[in-house]
């Protein structure tokens, strides 16, 4: 049984591009959310989907944007990168209703420059 | 604003030595605790969750308790493979309320 898996592992880009990182939930979770961790930082909840829809989002700019797929999986989209949004994205999944358990990727690591 | 706090931000421990960690939050209304075990280069792994003041849960060599205003991690007799940060995360209570508030987390370090 495959657990969440994120590509990229890592991920280089330099500052005002654009980036699209990839998140497939554990089998059978049909709920999403996407995490910033800062070096030497705990996770900061970014947003979370349910449903395809976004039903609750932290405190980030609309520079970041998110999607669900059918099939759960999911997408962040940061545009006009910022040196400051270098960390690692990690993605989380758990099943409504049943368990309030989130499984974690391993995550992507990006760097901006 | 909800806070999640938590003490030492390191620890160093002789394989065999117990210990405990801690974690204090400033919430307004609590749904749940969440301790996770964080490796080098790798995503949180659950350990587990506390919903009530007076709960225990025991895994191993750990056991988590959680009081009003915080939670304690105790580590007994610890092997170097414990060695790992330790997050701690808090649900708050309410319907639209899904993401968790995680702490800065406990780097441990267990020597032989």
Redesign the interface.
């Known amino acids: 049984d495959a657990g ?1 898996t994120q590509s990229p592992t890592h991920l280089i880009k330099t500052r005002g591009q654009q980036v699209t990182l990839r998140c497939s939930p554990k089998s059978g979770h049909d709920t999403v ?1 996407w995490y910033q961790q800062a070096l ?6 970014i947003f ?1 989907y349910y449903e395809e829809e976004e ?2 989002r ?1 405190n980030f700019p609309d520079r970041f944007s998110g999607h669900q797929f059918p099939n759960y999986s999911s997408e962040l989209n940061v545009n006009a990168l910022l040196l400051g949004d270098s960390a690692l994205y ?1 993605c ?1 999944s758990s099943l409504e209703g049943v368990s ?8 992507t690591q990006l760097s901006v420059l | 604003e909800d806070q ?1 706090t938590q003490s030492p931000e390191a620890l160093r421990l002789q394989e065999g030595e117990s210990s405990s960690l801690n974690c204090s939050y400033t919430v307004s209304g609590l749904r ?1 605790l ?1 301790w ?1 075990r964080q490796d080098p ?6 350990l587990f ?1 506390l919903y009530s003041a007076g709960e225990e849960k025991e895994k191993e060599r750990l056991k988590a308790t959680l009081t009003k205003k915080e939670s304690f991690l105790h580590i007994t007799a610890p092997k170097p493979e414990d060695s790992a940060t330790y ?1 701690c ?1 808090v ?1 708050l209570s309410g319907g ?10 406990t780097l441990l370090t267990v020597n032989p």
């Open positions: 969440v959310s030497g930082q705990g996770p900061q909840f979370q039903r609750q932290g990690l989380a309030e358990k989130l499984f974690f990727g391993s995550g | 999640v749940g969440f996770y280069g790798k995503g949180p792994e659950f969750t997050l995360a649900r639209s309320n899904y993401k968790l508030t995680f702490g800065k987390g």
